[in-house]
Protein backbone atom coordinates (compact mmCIF):
# COMPACT_ATOMS: atom_id res chain seq x y z
CA UNK A 1 0.00 0.00 0.00
CA UNK A 2 1.14 3.04 -0.87
CA UNK A 3 -0.21 6.61 0.41
CA UNK A 4 0.87 10.23 -0.13
CA UNK A 5 -0.18 13.49 1.69
CA UNK A 6 1.17 16.61 1.90
CA UNK A 7 3.20 15.78 5.37
CA UNK A 8 3.50 12.25 6.57
CA UNK A 9 3.49 12.22 10.28
CA UNK A 10 4.84 9.30 12.51
CA UNK A 11 3.14 8.81 15.97
CA UNK A 12 -0.09 9.87 17.05
CA UNK A 13 0.58 11.26 20.17
CA UNK A 14 -1.19 14.44 21.29
CA UNK A 15 1.88 16.38 20.41
CA UNK A 16 2.36 14.98 16.95
CA UNK A 17 -1.82 15.37 17.00
CA UNK A 18 -1.21 19.10 17.57
CA UNK A 19 1.12 19.37 15.05
CA UNK A 20 -0.95 17.81 12.09
CA UNK A 21 -4.00 20.34 13.50
CA UNK A 22 -2.03 23.54 13.00
CA UNK A 23 -0.74 21.77 9.95
CA UNK A 24 -4.34 21.09 8.57
CA UNK A 25 -5.11 24.37 9.97
CA UNK A 26 -2.92 26.20 7.60
CA UNK A 27 -4.43 24.07 4.21
CA UNK A 28 -1.67 21.02 4.89
CA UNK A 29 -2.95 17.25 3.70
CA UNK A 30 -1.44 14.95 6.94
CA UNK A 31 -1.11 11.48 6.64
CA UNK A 32 -1.20 10.52 10.74
CA UNK A 33 0.48 6.68 11.55
CA UNK A 34 0.33 5.02 15.28
CA UNK A 35 1.57 1.37 16.20
CA UNK A 36 -1.14 1.23 18.63
CA UNK A 37 -4.69 0.15 18.01
CA UNK A 38 -6.31 3.90 18.77
CA UNK A 39 -4.60 7.51 18.59
CA UNK A 40 -3.79 9.32 21.45
CA UNK A 41 -0.17 7.58 23.16
CA UNK A 42 0.22 8.44 26.82
CA UNK A 43 -3.12 10.53 26.39
CA UNK A 44 -5.45 7.94 26.23
CA UNK A 45 -8.31 6.56 28.06
CA UNK A 46 -10.04 3.07 27.53
CA UNK A 47 -11.89 -0.11 29.14
CA UNK A 48 -8.90 -1.90 30.31
CA UNK A 49 -10.24 -3.11 33.69
CA UNK A 50 -14.05 -4.06 33.07
CA UNK A 51 -17.05 -2.37 30.64
CA UNK A 52 -17.98 0.73 30.80
CA UNK A 53 -14.67 1.56 33.15
CA UNK A 54 -13.27 4.06 31.23
CA UNK A 55 -9.32 4.38 32.63
CA UNK A 56 -6.87 6.65 32.09
CA UNK A 57 -4.14 4.55 30.14
CA UNK A 58 -1.48 6.82 31.22
CA UNK A 59 -2.01 10.39 31.98
CA UNK A 60 -4.76 11.88 33.90
CA UNK A 61 -4.05 15.42 34.79
CA UNK A 62 -3.35 17.96 32.20
CA UNK A 63 -2.59 21.10 34.43
CA UNK A 64 0.53 21.91 32.13
CA UNK A 65 -1.49 22.56 29.31
CA UNK A 66 -4.38 24.74 30.60
CA UNK A 67 -1.38 27.32 29.38
CA UNK A 68 -0.52 26.13 25.61
CA UNK A 69 -2.30 28.91 23.69
CA UNK A 70 -3.81 25.70 22.10
CA UNK A 71 -6.08 25.50 24.84
CA UNK A 72 -5.97 29.26 26.86
CA UNK A 73 -7.05 30.74 23.40
CA UNK A 74 -8.59 28.25 21.78
CA UNK A 75 -6.99 28.77 19.23
CA UNK A 76 -8.33 25.54 17.00
CA UNK A 77 -11.67 25.40 18.46
CA UNK A 78 -11.24 22.47 20.74
CA UNK A 79 -13.20 23.59 23.51
CA UNK A 80 -15.53 25.91 21.86
CA UNK A 81 -16.48 23.48 18.62
CA UNK A 82 -15.03 19.57 19.98
CA UNK A 83 -16.77 19.04 23.41
CA UNK A 84 -13.22 19.30 25.34
CA UNK A 85 -13.81 20.94 28.76
CA UNK A 86 -11.85 20.45 31.64
CA UNK A 87 -12.82 20.01 35.92
CA UNK A 88 -10.92 21.29 38.25
CA UNK A 89 -11.03 19.10 41.38
CA UNK A 90 -10.98 20.45 45.24
CA UNK A 91 -9.11 19.52 47.19
CA UNK A 92 -6.20 19.60 44.76
CA UNK A 93 -4.48 17.34 47.04
CA UNK A 94 -4.24 14.83 50.21
CA UNK A 95 -0.95 13.31 50.80
CA UNK A 96 -0.17 11.04 53.58
CA UNK A 97 3.29 10.94 55.51
CA UNK A 98 4.72 7.98 57.26
CA UNK A 99 3.83 8.57 60.74
CA UNK A 100 0.22 9.23 59.55
CA UNK A 101 -0.35 12.52 59.20
CA UNK A 102 -2.04 14.44 56.13
CA UNK A 103 -2.09 17.68 54.80
CA UNK A 104 -4.54 18.70 52.28
CA UNK A 105 -4.26 21.47 49.70
CA UNK A 106 -7.00 23.30 48.63
CA UNK A 107 -8.15 25.39 45.60
CA UNK A 108 -8.66 28.08 48.34
CA UNK A 109 -4.83 29.42 49.15
CA UNK A 110 -5.59 30.87 52.28
CA UNK A 111 -6.84 27.17 53.57
CA UNK A 112 -3.66 25.90 51.69
CA UNK A 113 -2.13 27.93 53.99
CA UNK A 114 -3.89 27.90 57.36
CA UNK A 115 -3.50 23.75 56.95
CA UNK A 116 0.48 24.30 56.81
CA UNK A 117 0.05 26.56 59.45
CA UNK A 118 -0.87 23.53 61.55
CA UNK A 119 3.09 22.21 60.79
CA UNK A 120 4.67 25.26 61.25
CA UNK A 121 3.47 28.78 61.00
CA UNK A 122 6.88 30.13 59.18
CA UNK A 123 6.24 27.31 56.49
CA UNK A 124 2.81 28.75 56.07
CA UNK A 125 4.34 32.61 55.33
CA UNK A 126 6.91 30.81 53.23
CA UNK A 127 4.43 28.98 51.01
CA UNK A 128 2.11 32.12 50.25
CA UNK A 129 5.74 34.22 49.87
CA UNK A 130 6.34 31.54 47.25
CA UNK A 131 3.22 31.57 45.60
CA UNK A 132 3.67 35.32 44.82
CA UNK A 133 7.02 35.41 44.07
CA UNK A 134 6.29 32.77 41.15
CA UNK A 135 3.92 35.35 39.96
CA UNK A 136 6.94 37.20 39.27
CA UNK A 137 8.26 34.81 36.61
CA UNK A 138 5.73 32.22 35.48
CA UNK A 139 5.16 33.94 32.73
CA UNK A 140 8.66 34.48 31.49
CA UNK A 141 9.37 30.51 31.83
CA UNK A 142 6.00 29.99 30.34
CA UNK A 143 7.13 31.67 27.47
CA UNK A 144 9.99 29.27 26.99
CA UNK A 145 8.39 26.93 27.03
CA UNK A 146 6.07 27.93 24.37
CA UNK A 147 8.22 29.00 21.22
CA UNK A 148 10.46 26.66 20.03
CA UNK A 149 14.46 27.25 21.09
CA UNK A 150 16.33 29.85 19.71
CA UNK A 151 12.67 31.82 18.76
CA UNK A 152 13.37 34.39 21.59
CA UNK A 153 15.43 34.51 24.25
CA UNK A 154 16.62 31.71 26.51
CA UNK A 155 14.67 31.48 30.11
CA UNK A 156 17.95 32.65 31.59
CA UNK A 157 17.98 35.73 29.75
CA UNK A 158 14.31 36.44 30.27
CA UNK A 159 15.31 36.14 34.06
CA UNK A 160 18.25 38.02 34.00
CA UNK A 161 16.39 41.46 32.62
CA UNK A 162 14.14 40.88 35.94
CA UNK A 163 14.40 43.02 38.61
CA UNK A 164 15.44 39.99 41.23
CA UNK A 165 16.79 37.95 38.24
CA UNK A 166 20.28 37.33 40.43
CA UNK A 167 17.80 35.47 42.99
CA UNK A 168 15.85 33.80 40.01
CA UNK A 169 18.85 32.54 37.75
CA UNK A 170 20.39 31.17 41.05
CA UNK A 171 17.30 29.54 41.67
CA UNK A 172 16.88 28.50 38.61
CA UNK A 173 20.47 26.31 38.41
CA UNK A 174 19.80 25.09 42.36
CA UNK A 175 18.39 21.38 42.62
CA UNK A 176 14.51 21.50 43.80
CA UNK A 177 16.12 19.76 47.25
CA UNK A 178 18.18 22.63 47.52
CA UNK A 179 15.70 25.08 47.15
CA UNK A 180 12.80 23.16 49.36
CA UNK A 181 15.43 22.80 52.17
CA UNK A 182 16.71 26.46 51.83
CA UNK A 183 13.06 27.99 52.22
CA UNK A 184 11.45 25.01 54.73
CA UNK A 185 11.80 24.19 58.04
CA UNK A 186 9.56 21.47 58.89
CA UNK A 187 9.19 17.58 57.85
CA UNK A 188 6.19 17.47 56.82
CA UNK A 189 6.11 20.64 54.87
CA UNK A 190 9.59 19.57 53.12
CA UNK A 191 8.53 16.70 52.61
CA UNK A 192 4.93 17.49 50.50
CA UNK A 193 7.13 20.20 48.98
CA UNK A 194 9.40 17.39 47.68
CA UNK A 195 6.59 14.81 46.71
CA UNK A 196 5.15 17.92 44.49
CA UNK A 197 8.46 18.81 43.18
CA UNK A 198 8.56 15.13 42.10
CA UNK A 199 5.28 14.95 39.96
CA UNK A 200 7.61 14.94 36.49
CA UNK A 201 9.53 12.05 37.47
CA UNK A 202 13.04 14.65 37.53
CA UNK A 203 15.12 13.36 40.52
CA UNK A 204 14.73 16.49 42.45
CA UNK A 205 18.69 16.48 43.31
CA UNK A 206 19.49 17.68 39.95
CA UNK A 207 21.08 20.93 39.81
CA UNK A 208 18.92 23.12 37.24
CA UNK A 209 15.36 21.68 39.09
CA UNK A 210 14.97 24.67 41.20
CA UNK A 211 11.97 26.39 39.63
CA UNK A 212 10.43 22.44 40.18
CA UNK A 213 9.66 23.65 43.38
CA UNK A 214 8.09 26.60 42.04
CA UNK A 215 6.13 25.34 39.23
CA UNK A 216 4.49 22.93 40.08
CA UNK A 217 2.91 23.94 43.34
CA UNK A 218 2.15 27.53 41.34
CA UNK A 219 0.11 25.68 38.63
CA UNK A 220 -1.97 23.49 40.85
CA UNK A 221 -2.65 26.40 43.07
CA UNK A 222 -3.93 28.28 40.21
CA UNK A 223 -6.34 25.78 39.15
CA UNK A 224 -6.14 22.36 40.64
CA UNK A 225 -4.72 19.35 38.61
CA UNK A 226 -7.45 19.71 35.75
CA UNK A 227 -8.67 16.69 34.14
CA UNK A 228 -10.80 16.51 31.28
CA UNK A 229 -14.21 15.47 31.62
CA UNK A 230 -14.75 12.00 30.41
CA UNK A 231 -11.09 10.96 30.56
CA UNK A 232 -7.30 11.92 28.91
CA UNK A 233 -8.61 10.42 25.93
CA UNK A 234 -11.34 13.23 25.28
CA UNK A 235 -8.21 15.59 24.62
CA UNK A 236 -7.49 12.99 21.67
CA UNK A 237 -11.18 13.02 20.92
CA UNK A 238 -11.26 16.54 20.28
CA UNK A 239 -7.82 16.61 18.21
CA UNK A 240 -9.25 13.55 16.16
CA UNK A 241 -12.36 15.47 14.72
CA UNK A 242 -10.62 18.67 13.92
CA UNK A 243 -8.18 16.51 11.88
CA UNK A 244 -10.97 14.29 10.10
CA UNK A 245 -12.69 17.63 9.54
CA UNK A 246 -9.94 18.86 7.82
CA UNK A 247 -9.46 16.37 5.89
CA UNK A 248 -6.27 14.47 7.81
CA UNK A 249 -6.52 10.56 7.75
CA UNK A 250 -4.97 8.88 10.87
CA UNK A 251 -4.22 4.83 10.38
CA UNK A 252 -3.25 2.92 13.63
CA UNK A 253 -1.64 -0.79 14.32
CA UNK A 254 1.08 0.14 11.55
CA UNK A 255 4.77 0.14 13.25
CA UNK A 256 6.77 2.51 11.38
CA UNK A 257 10.15 0.75 10.85
CA UNK A 258 12.18 2.97 8.14
CA UNK A 259 12.55 6.40 6.77
CA UNK A 260 12.73 6.70 3.00
CA UNK A 261 15.34 8.76 1.88
CA UNK A 262 15.96 9.85 -1.57
CA UNK A 263 19.36 12.15 -2.55
CA UNK A 264 19.68 12.02 1.27
CA UNK A 265 16.39 14.09 1.67
CA UNK A 266 13.62 12.21 3.95
CA UNK A 267 10.45 11.83 1.59
CA UNK A 268 8.17 8.95 3.80
CA UNK A 269 7.99 6.40 6.12
CA UNK A 270 7.66 2.48 5.54
CA UNK A 271 5.99 0.39 8.14
CA UNK A 272 7.18 -3.23 9.25
CA UNK A 273 4.13 -4.46 6.97
CA UNK A 274 5.74 -2.67 4.52
CA UNK A 275 3.33 -0.07 3.76
CA UNK A 276 4.82 3.30 2.37
CA UNK A 277 3.68 7.20 3.54
CA UNK A 278 5.43 9.44 1.21
CA UNK A 279 5.67 13.08 2.09
CA UNK A 280 5.00 16.16 -0.48
CA UNK A 281 6.61 18.28 1.98
CA UNK A 282 7.68 16.79 4.83
CA UNK A 283 8.29 13.63 7.79
CA UNK A 284 7.14 14.54 11.35
CA UNK A 285 8.15 12.09 13.75
CA UNK A 286 7.09 11.48 17.26
CA UNK A 287 9.38 8.28 17.68
CA UNK A 288 11.93 8.21 20.21
CA UNK A 289 15.07 9.22 19.26
CA UNK A 290 16.68 6.26 20.23
CA UNK A 291 14.76 4.20 17.92
CA UNK A 292 14.64 6.70 15.27
CA UNK A 293 18.40 6.73 14.92
CA UNK A 294 18.21 2.88 13.58
CA UNK A 295 16.27 3.67 10.95
CA UNK A 296 18.44 5.60 8.51
CA UNK A 297 21.92 4.84 8.02
CA UNK A 298 24.00 5.83 10.53
CA UNK A 299 26.02 8.12 8.20
CA UNK A 300 22.75 10.00 7.51
CA UNK A 301 22.70 11.52 11.31
CA UNK A 302 25.93 12.80 11.70
CA UNK A 303 28.77 11.73 14.83
CA UNK A 304 27.10 15.31 16.93
CA UNK A 305 23.43 13.86 16.44
CA UNK A 306 24.62 9.86 17.10
CA UNK A 307 26.25 10.60 20.19
CA UNK A 308 23.95 12.97 21.32
CA UNK A 309 21.40 10.25 21.12
CA UNK A 310 23.56 6.96 22.67
CA UNK A 311 24.46 9.94 25.55
CA UNK A 312 20.47 10.56 26.20
CA UNK A 313 19.46 9.52 29.29
CA UNK A 314 15.64 8.12 29.03
CA UNK A 315 14.52 9.13 32.41
CA UNK A 316 13.22 7.73 35.56
CA UNK A 317 10.43 4.60 34.59
CA UNK A 318 7.26 4.37 35.63
CA UNK A 319 5.30 1.93 37.49
CA UNK A 320 1.27 1.62 37.60
CA UNK A 321 -1.41 -0.41 38.93
CA UNK A 322 -5.16 0.05 37.94
CA UNK A 323 -7.95 -0.66 40.41
CA UNK A 324 -11.87 -1.05 39.70
CA UNK A 325 -13.40 -0.04 43.10
CA UNK A 326 -16.36 0.31 44.87
CA UNK A 327 -15.01 3.05 47.06
CA UNK A 328 -12.71 5.96 46.03
CA UNK A 329 -9.48 5.56 48.66
CA UNK A 330 -10.17 7.93 52.15
CA UNK A 331 -6.85 8.94 53.86
CA UNK A 332 -6.77 9.64 57.50
CA UNK A 333 -6.56 13.01 58.41
CA UNK A 334 -6.45 15.33 61.54
CA UNK A 335 -10.21 16.21 60.69
CA UNK A 336 -11.60 12.48 59.47
CA UNK A 337 -11.12 10.89 56.17
CA UNK A 338 -11.20 12.31 53.03
CA UNK A 339 -10.49 11.79 49.23
CA UNK A 340 -9.06 13.38 46.81
CA UNK A 341 -8.84 13.10 42.77
CA UNK A 342 -5.09 13.02 43.31
CA UNK A 343 -3.64 11.89 46.71
CA UNK A 344 -0.58 10.15 47.73
CA UNK A 345 1.99 9.36 50.07
CA UNK A 346 5.17 11.59 50.75
CA UNK A 347 8.21 10.09 52.23
CA UNK A 348 10.48 12.00 54.03
CA UNK A 349 12.78 14.49 51.66
CA UNK A 350 16.06 12.83 51.95
CA UNK A 351 14.16 9.59 51.26
CA UNK A 352 12.43 10.83 48.30
CA UNK A 353 15.75 11.89 46.61
CA UNK A 354 17.48 8.80 47.49
CA UNK A 355 14.73 6.27 46.53
CA UNK A 356 14.74 8.78 42.86
CA UNK A 357 18.37 8.36 42.33
CA UNK A 358 18.22 5.09 42.87
CA UNK A 359 15.61 4.20 40.32
CA UNK A 360 17.21 6.94 37.61
CA UNK A 361 20.73 4.67 38.00
CA UNK A 362 18.60 1.38 37.72
CA UNK A 363 18.50 0.08 40.62
CA UNK A 364 14.94 -1.69 41.67
CA UNK A 365 13.39 -0.67 45.18
CA UNK A 366 10.76 -2.04 47.33
CA UNK A 367 9.93 1.17 49.08
CA UNK A 368 7.65 4.15 48.05
CA UNK A 369 8.23 7.60 49.01
CA UNK A 370 6.77 8.71 46.28
CA UNK A 371 3.25 6.94 45.42
CA UNK A 372 0.70 8.89 43.66
CA UNK A 373 -3.00 7.97 43.71
CA UNK A 374 -5.21 9.47 41.25
CA UNK A 375 -9.25 8.96 41.54
CA UNK A 376 -10.46 10.88 38.46
CA UNK A 377 -14.20 9.34 39.05
CA UNK A 378 -14.50 11.63 42.28
CA UNK A 379 -14.98 14.53 40.38
CA UNK A 380 -15.85 12.84 37.22
CA UNK A 381 -18.37 10.16 38.20
CA UNK A 382 -19.16 9.92 33.75
CA UNK A 383 -16.24 7.06 33.70
CA UNK A 384 -17.60 4.34 35.93
CA UNK A 385 -20.70 2.56 36.65
CA UNK A 386 -22.41 4.88 39.86
CA UNK A 387 -21.16 3.29 43.31
CA UNK A 388 -17.85 2.48 41.46
CA UNK A 389 -14.39 3.77 40.79
CA UNK A 390 -11.43 3.88 39.42
CA UNK A 391 -7.88 4.31 40.86
CA UNK A 392 -4.59 4.59 39.68
CA UNK A 393 -1.44 3.83 41.76
CA UNK A 394 1.80 5.40 40.46
CA UNK A 395 4.97 5.25 41.23
CA UNK A 396 8.64 5.04 40.07
CA UNK A 397 10.90 2.04 39.47
CA UNK A 398 13.41 0.42 37.53
CA UNK A 399 13.08 -0.71 34.09
CA UNK A 400 15.13 -4.20 35.40
CA UNK A 401 13.99 -5.59 38.34
CA UNK A 402 17.14 -7.92 38.23
CA UNK A 403 17.32 -10.79 36.42
CA UNK A 404 15.67 -8.83 33.34
CA UNK A 405 13.18 -6.78 32.76
CA UNK A 406 10.95 -9.90 31.84
CA UNK A 407 11.04 -10.49 35.13
CA UNK A 408 8.87 -8.21 36.20
CA UNK A 409 6.05 -10.29 34.83
CA UNK A 410 6.69 -12.86 37.88
CA UNK A 411 6.88 -10.23 40.11
CA UNK A 412 4.38 -7.06 39.58
CA UNK A 413 1.47 -9.08 41.30
CA UNK A 414 3.49 -9.74 44.63
CA UNK A 415 4.81 -5.68 43.86
CA UNK A 416 1.63 -4.21 44.43
CA UNK A 417 0.44 -6.55 47.21
CA UNK A 418 3.66 -4.84 48.64
CA UNK A 419 2.37 -1.28 47.69
CA UNK A 420 -1.45 -1.72 48.74
CA UNK A 421 -0.67 -3.00 51.96
CA UNK A 422 1.70 0.14 52.24
CA UNK A 423 -1.37 2.51 50.96
CA UNK A 424 -3.57 0.57 53.42
CA UNK A 425 -1.88 2.50 56.17
CA UNK A 426 -3.18 5.81 54.98
CA UNK A 427 -6.18 4.88 53.26
CA UNK A 428 -7.54 1.99 55.41
CA UNK A 429 -10.76 1.80 53.67
CA UNK A 430 -9.19 0.12 50.72
CA UNK A 431 -9.00 -3.34 51.61
CA UNK A 432 -9.40 -5.77 49.13
CA UNK A 433 -13.26 -6.65 49.28
CA UNK A 434 -13.28 -2.91 47.76
CA UNK A 435 -11.15 -3.31 44.53
CA UNK A 436 -13.48 -5.73 41.80
CA UNK A 437 -10.70 -5.10 39.10
CA UNK A 438 -6.90 -4.48 38.33
CA UNK A 439 -4.55 -4.53 36.30
CA UNK A 440 -0.69 -3.95 36.54
CA UNK A 441 2.23 -2.24 34.45
CA UNK A 442 5.50 -2.81 35.24
CA UNK A 443 8.16 -0.25 33.42
CA UNK A 444 8.20 -3.30 30.67
CA UNK A 445 4.55 -2.99 30.25
CA UNK A 446 4.06 0.02 29.47
CA UNK A 447 7.33 0.57 27.03
CA UNK A 448 5.06 -3.02 25.24
CA UNK A 449 2.35 -0.72 25.43
CA UNK A 450 4.12 2.23 24.17
CA UNK A 451 6.92 2.39 22.06
CA UNK A 452 7.68 6.00 22.50
CA UNK A 453 7.77 5.07 26.04
CA UNK A 454 11.30 3.22 26.27
CA UNK A 455 11.97 1.65 29.11
CA UNK A 456 8.94 2.82 31.12
CA UNK A 457 10.18 6.02 31.11
CA UNK A 458 6.98 8.38 30.21
CA UNK A 459 8.45 11.95 29.47
CA UNK A 460 10.78 11.26 26.55
CA UNK A 461 14.00 11.33 28.30
CA UNK A 462 15.30 12.76 31.15
CA UNK A 463 14.23 16.81 32.11
CA UNK A 464 17.56 17.51 33.66
CA UNK A 465 19.92 20.09 32.99
CA UNK A 466 21.94 17.72 30.28
CA UNK A 467 19.47 17.04 28.25
CA UNK A 468 16.56 20.40 28.36
CA UNK A 469 16.05 23.64 25.82
CA UNK A 470 19.35 23.39 23.27
CA UNK A 471 20.12 20.28 24.38
CA UNK A 472 17.27 18.41 23.42
CA UNK A 473 17.48 15.83 22.26
CA UNK A 474 20.66 16.58 21.34
CA UNK A 475 23.20 19.84 20.87
CA UNK A 476 22.62 21.41 17.92
CA UNK A 477 19.39 19.66 16.95
CA UNK A 478 16.86 21.22 19.62
CA UNK A 479 14.68 23.60 16.82
CA UNK A 480 12.95 20.06 15.56
CA UNK A 481 14.81 19.96 12.55
CA UNK A 482 16.82 16.45 12.42
CA UNK A 483 20.06 16.21 10.65
CA UNK A 484 17.95 14.86 7.57
CA UNK A 485 16.54 17.10 5.07
CA UNK A 486 12.92 16.77 5.16
CA UNK A 487 12.98 15.08 8.59
CA UNK A 488 11.11 17.38 11.88
CA UNK A 489 10.74 15.77 15.34
CA UNK A 490 8.47 16.45 18.06
CA UNK A 491 6.93 14.92 21.41
CA UNK A 492 8.63 13.96 24.32
CA UNK A 493 12.34 13.54 23.17
CA UNK A 494 12.11 17.70 22.11
CA UNK A 495 11.85 20.65 24.42
CA UNK A 496 10.53 21.32 26.43
CA UNK A 497 9.84 17.77 26.84
CA UNK A 498 6.87 15.18 28.04
CA UNK A 499 3.95 15.40 30.17
CA UNK A 500 0.64 16.82 28.55
CA UNK A 501 1.82 19.86 27.65
CA UNK A 502 1.19 20.33 23.88
CA UNK A 503 4.23 22.66 23.79
CA UNK A 504 6.47 20.24 21.41
CA UNK A 505 3.78 19.69 19.15
CA UNK A 506 2.54 23.73 18.91
CA UNK A 507 6.54 24.20 18.29
CA UNK A 508 6.99 21.87 15.69
CA UNK A 509 4.47 23.17 13.93
CA UNK A 510 5.85 26.76 14.19
CA UNK A 511 9.07 25.60 12.86
CA UNK A 512 7.96 23.49 10.14
CA UNK A 513 5.31 26.23 8.97
CA UNK A 514 8.12 28.65 8.53
CA UNK A 515 10.30 25.95 6.51
CA UNK A 516 6.67 25.84 4.08
CA UNK A 517 7.39 29.36 3.33
CA UNK A 518 4.17 30.28 5.57
CA UNK A 519 3.81 32.79 8.69
CA UNK A 520 2.36 30.71 11.85
CA UNK A 521 1.27 33.89 12.91
CA UNK A 522 -1.57 33.25 10.71
CA UNK A 523 -2.51 30.57 12.50
CA UNK A 524 -1.49 31.00 16.03
CA UNK A 525 -0.43 33.48 18.81
CA UNK A 526 3.50 33.76 18.46
CA UNK A 527 4.56 34.14 22.57
C1 LIG B 1 1.21 5.72 34.16
C2 LIG B 1 1.47 7.08 33.57
C3 LIG B 1 0.86 8.20 34.13
C4 LIG B 1 1.09 9.48 33.59
N1 LIG B 1 0.43 10.54 34.14
C5 LIG B 1 0.59 11.77 33.60
C6 LIG B 1 -0.19 12.86 34.06
O1 LIG B 1 -1.07 12.70 34.91
N2 LIG B 1 0.02 14.08 33.49
C7 LIG B 1 0.95 14.27 32.50
O2 LIG B 1 1.10 15.42 32.04
N3 LIG B 1 1.66 13.24 32.01
C8 LIG B 1 1.51 12.00 32.52
N4 LIG B 1 2.18 10.93 31.99
C9 LIG B 1 3.16 11.17 30.92
C10 LIG B 1 2.50 11.41 29.56
O3 LIG B 1 1.63 10.34 29.24
C11 LIG B 1 3.57 11.56 28.46
O4 LIG B 1 4.58 12.43 28.88
C12 LIG B 1 2.94 12.06 27.17
O5 LIG B 1 1.98 11.12 26.72
C13 LIG B 1 3.95 12.29 26.08
O6 LIG B 1 3.24 12.71 24.94
P1 LIG B 1 3.86 12.61 23.47
O7 LIG B 1 2.86 13.18 22.53
O8 LIG B 1 5.20 13.23 23.47
O9 LIG B 1 4.09 11.07 23.19
P2 LIG B 1 3.22 9.78 23.47
O10 LIG B 1 1.99 10.10 24.19
O11 LIG B 1 4.15 8.80 24.09
O12 LIG B 1 2.83 9.30 22.01
C14 LIG B 1 3.77 8.79 21.10
C15 LIG B 1 3.04 7.97 20.06
O13 LIG B 1 3.97 7.57 19.06
C16 LIG B 1 3.67 6.23 18.70
N5 LIG B 1 4.88 5.60 18.17
C17 LIG B 1 6.11 5.56 18.75
N6 LIG B 1 6.96 4.88 17.96
C18 LIG B 1 6.25 4.48 16.87
C19 LIG B 1 6.58 3.72 15.70
N7 LIG B 1 7.81 3.24 15.49
N8 LIG B 1 5.60 3.51 14.80
C20 LIG B 1 4.35 4.01 14.97
N9 LIG B 1 3.99 4.72 16.07
C21 LIG B 1 4.94 4.94 17.00
C22 LIG B 1 3.19 5.59 19.97
O14 LIG B 1 2.40 4.44 19.71
C23 LIG B 1 2.40 6.72 20.61
O15 LIG B 1 1.04 6.67 20.26
C24 LIG B 1 1.97 9.64 32.48
C25 LIG B 1 2.56 8.51 31.91
C26 LIG B 1 2.33 7.26 32.44
C27 LIG B 1 2.96 6.05 31.79
Known amino acids: ????????????????????????????????????????????????????????????????????????????????????????????EVVAFPDGEALTMWLDRDKTVAEIARFSERDAGTYAQLLDEWEEVKSLVGQGRFRPVGYGPTTEELLSDHPRGDVWRRRALMSARDVILHEFEESHIRAFMGWMASQTAVPIDGAGTGLLAYQIIGGRQARSWSIPAGGSGKLIDALVGYLTDHGATIDCNRVVSELILEGGRCVGIRTEAGDEYRARHAVVSTIHVKHLVDMAPAEAWGEGFTYGVDTYHVGVPFFAAYFATTEAP??????????????????????????????????????????????????????????????????????????????????????????????????????????????????????????????????GGDRGITFTGAHRPAPGWAQHRMPIEGLYQTGGTTHPGGSITGAPGRNAAIVLLEDLGRDPSEIMEMV
Request: hydrophobic share 35%; aromatic share 6%; proline share 6%.
Open 330 to 459: AFTTHDGSRSSVSAGVAGWIDDQVRNARLVSDGHFTETEPFLLVATPTLADPSRSPEGTHTVKMVTFNAYDPGGGPERWDEIKDAHVDRQLAYLRRFAPNLTEDKIIGRLVKSPLDIERNNRHMVHGAPH
Open 1 to 92: MATTADVVIAGAGHNSLITAAYLTAAGYECAIVDARPIPGGGATTEEMLMDDMWVDTCSTGHTLIQVNPLIRLDELGLVERYGLSYIDPDPV
